[in-house]
């Protein structure tokens, strides 16, 4: 079945870096176009950003636009959340799914302090 694995969470101060990463796995993971979303406590879950299945488009929330870089390496079936400049409005669990399909992760934590 389809399971989506997300790591890399963490503590980090304001201006720190973070790279999350999601483990696929139960589908054909380059086929499918992907995407990381966000949900902070008492907020709604919210896209952060998409990347095609090849890996050579993708788009950004205007909140996290020129801070975060998504990318994907097909022959691992993994999918990459690189997230620089944290802020502490960044604190979320970040969850990643296919754009097409329901099926979401557990998620990881993601904390910025000061």
């Known amino acids: 079945q389809v399971q989506l694995v997300e790591s890399g969470g963490g503590l980090v101060q304001p201006g720190g870096s973070l790279r999350l990463s999601c483990a696929a796995s139960?589908?054909?993971?380059?086929?499918?176009?992907m995407s990381w979303y966000r949900q902070a406590p008492g907020k709604e879950r919210e896209l952060v950003g998409t990347?095609?299945?090849?890996?050579?488009?993708?788009n950004y929330a205007d909140s996290v636009k020129g801070r975060f870089t998504i990318s994907r390496d097909n022959a691992k079936n993994t999918m990459y959340l690189q997230m620089n400049s944290l802020r502490p409005e960044d604190t979320a669990v970040y969850y990643c799914?296919?754009?097409?399909?329901?099926?979401w992760g557990q998620g990881t934590q993601v904390t910025v302090y000061s």
């Open positions: 799914k296919r754009v097409c399909c329901p099926n």
């Open positions: 139960g589908f054909t993971f380059s086929s499918y176009g």
């Open positions: 990347i095609t299945s090849s890996g050579t488009n993708g």
